[in-house]
């Protein structure tokens, strides 16, 4: 053969051989790629995928906050409204800090109110006196800056108290205390004054201050604390509701009996209330700790937890330290767990960040900076929806500096 066939004979074959060695080529990379596509490989995109789910759980958990009273106080009479949205903003700011998403904020908490009410005076904190003017609305203020910055707000309400020993130092006449019978409606105690909620009178008048709150505040949630009959040892005057009861009826319930029957009661009314009026607004409980002491004070939880109609969640302050061995925080929470719940019921736990550093339960808070974080990782094991910290103060200062850091790692 010449060479000028030799070329013209090689010219034409070289799109044939092109064809064919870029088939092979690719079939080799196909079965390459089939061979390294590993078990390890695989474990990768499953971890990632594992990663997204657990971090969707962590968005839907619940991290609330206390913000009580106390951390709202400001005893002052000048700039009352440009103080106190500076000490909010302050919350705020320290929330959105440490992956808070819910703000607990006490506007009620002794038979007043952080609002233009027309049943209860105007708190004490905010000059030191019950019902001084306040020419704002702080609690449209903090709902409003709250859902401006993604926050949700639950007004905490103390329903039954009306004085502690010291706060406030005095009743306002305008206080709905002096407008019922005193002493027929009310229960001395050893630490203050309480409502006695035996009467209808009484239930309706917490009621009345619910339905104020929810018909005009875009509020999330309406929460109650532990506060409901006081121990029946540190009562020092009779019980006249129930007097009354035991000699109208033949067959009496018990003391015990009777307090359960009238905090259920209230707690019906307030959960009915709410969603007569609101149905996307929740109804939450924080009770004691200890299931027994619950039911000490009137709190029939297990009734609350099981059956709808009561509440939308229930957060046990479960206030101790995992090394506390008198009261273990995990055996705690496992309790209150194994109780039998309806399924569209939630539960968290409150958490006791204020301990953190001190000589309480017996020394256990101090020498470890990661004990709020391993009770968050307990309760997620346990299946708890959620936790609100104990209290706003505490997400910035030296006490929690190390804690908080270790919190924010598994939030």
């Not at 006695?196 to 109650?224: A, S």
């Amino acid at each position: 053969m010449n060479s000028k066939k030799s070329i013209k004979f090689l010219t034409a074959l070289f799109p044939l051989s092109f064809m064919i060695v870029s088939f092979a080529l690719c079939k080799f990379i196909k079965v390459l790629n089939k061979k390294n596509d590993s078990p390890a490989l695989n474990s990768r995109i499953e971890v990632s995928e594992s990663s997204k789910i657990s971090s969707d759980n962590i968005e839907e958990e619940m991290h609330g906050v206390w913000v009580p009273y106390i951390d709202l106080e400001l005893n002052s009479t000048e700039d009352i409204q440009k103080k106190f949205e500076n000490k909010f903003n302050a919350i705020i700011n320290q929330a959105k800090h440490n992956k808070i998403n819910t703000l607990i904020v006490h506007v009620r908490s002794h038979s007043d109110a952080l609002y233009p009410s027309k049943i209860f005076p105007w708190s004490h904190i905010f000059t030191g006196t019950q019902d001084s003017e306040i020419s704002f609305d702080p609690l449209k203020y903090m709902v409003e800056e709250s859902h401006k910055n993604g926050l949700k707000f639950h007004a905490w309400i103390n329903p039954l108290r009306v004085k502690s020993k010291t706060v406030p130092s005095q009743l306002s006449k305008k206080n709905p205390y002096f407008k019922l019978n005193s002493e027929k409606y009310t229960l001395n105690h050893k630490e203050g004054i309480y409502y006695n909620p035996g009467f209808v009178e009484v239930q309706n008048l917490i009621i009345d201050g619910i339905k104020e709150i929810i018909e005009n505040y875009d509020v999330d949630g309406i929460h109650f604390d532990d506060y409901f009959y006081p121990p029946k040892k540190d009562i020092i005057s009779c019980d006249s509701s129930f007097e009354e009861y035991v000699k109208t009826e033949k067959n009496p319930m018990t003391e015990y009996e009777w307090r359960q029957k009238n905090i259920n009661e209230l707690i019906q009314k307030t959960y009915q209330i709410i969603k007569q009026t609101n149905s996307t607004i929740q109804f939450g409980i924080s009770p004691p700790g200890i299931i027994s002491k619950c039911y000490e004070v009137g709190a029939d939880v297990k009734l609350w937890i099981s059956q709808k109609g009561y509440v939308d969640y229930i957060c046990p302050q479960v206030y101790w330290s995992i090394d506390f061995n008198e009261m273990p925080f995990e055996k705690t929470a496992k309790e209150w767990k194994s109780i039998e719940k309806n399924p569209e019921i939630k539960i968290y736990s409150g958490l006791a960040l204020y301990k953190i550093g001190t000589d309480l339960d017996k020394n256990t808070w101090k020498n470890k900076n990661d004990i709020i974080k391993n009770e968050i990782q307990i309760l997620r094991s346990l299946g708890y929806d959620g936790f609100i910290l104990y209290s706003s103060k505490y997400l910035n200062c030296n006490q929690t500096e190390h804690e908080i850091k270790n919190y924010l790692s598994v939030v």
